[in-house]
């Protein structure tokens, strides 16, 4: 009786980390993929809307890092090499999306604010260009995209790969492994987080997660069902 309590505990435990799990690695990446569709598009810097724009960049700085983690989680318990490199790679992402994103949006925000408070724009379009048109932390993919946009769309790819090689080797089906792989080239693809490239990104992701999440979710169910059939003919001997 004791042994069944105790397990009843245990799987309850289980069960509340998994919801918990499942909550942080579809909830983070789709938030990040709704916010984004509010990501506005520049052209000219100086006509930005610069409320939306430095509001969109702020929540960024906490859901990159946030989505970042949510990759680790999904791999929680793996411990193969795909795993560790997924990890790796996920940590990557988050710390240079972060930096390019402070950079590019909310330092290029704050000065084109300043531009339209000073009443005169034009006079700050040079110093804004500088960081946007910075070949590590700029915004401008006119010519060549900067280093740490490119660093970070392929440490997530990177990240997302390895980490479909992982769970695939402990029994999740290839439909979200396959999404989850290919949905991270979104940004790469559309050379932007804005919409499209962000949304697809990120709401693939999302996707991908909750439908591993159900698997992992009823493959836990069988196992639990199968214990408790076990026990209860343990107990009838």
């Not at 983690?69 to 996920?90: E, N, P, T």
């Not at 070949?135 to 006119?142: H, K, R």
């Not at 990104?201 to 196992?223: N, P, Q, V, Y």
């Amino acid at each position: 009786m004791q042994y069944a309590r105790a397990m009843g505990a245990d799987m309850n435990l289980h069960k509340h980390q998994r919801t918990l799990d499942t909550i942080l690695v579809v909830g983070a990446p789709l938030s990040l993929a709704v916010l984004e569709l509010f990501h506005p598009h520049p052209h000219d810097l100086l006509t930005l809307d610069v409320g939306t724009w430095l509001a969109v960049h702020y929540v960024q700085i906490l859901l990159f890092p946030l989505v970042a983690v949510a990759m680790i989680v999904l791999l929680r318990g793996q411990v193969d090499i795909a795993a560790m490199l997924s990890r790796v790679a996920a940590f990557v992402f988050g710390a240079s999306y972060v930096a390019f994103d402070t950079a590019a949006g909310i330092v290029t925000g704050i000065l084109v604010k300043s531009a339209h408070a000073s009443g005169a724009p034009e006079a700050w379009r040079a110093p804004i260009d500088v960081i946007w048109t910075h070949p590590i932390v700029g915004g401008s993919s006119s010519s060549s995209a900067p280093f740490l946009a490119v660093l970070g769309s392929i440490a997530l790819s990177v990240a997302a790969v390895t980490a479909a090689i992982s769970l695939k080797r402990t029994g999740s089906s290839w439909g979200p492994l396959v999404l989850l792989s290919l949905s991270t080239f979104g940004i790469a693809i559309f050379k932007t987080h804005a919409w499209p490239g962000g949304p697809l990104t990120f709401g693939g992701i999302a996707l991908a997660a909750a439908w591993l999440s159900w698997e992992r979710a009823g493959r836990a169910s069988a196992g639990s069902g199968s214990v408790a059939k076990h026990d209860a003919a343990r107990d009838a001997r």
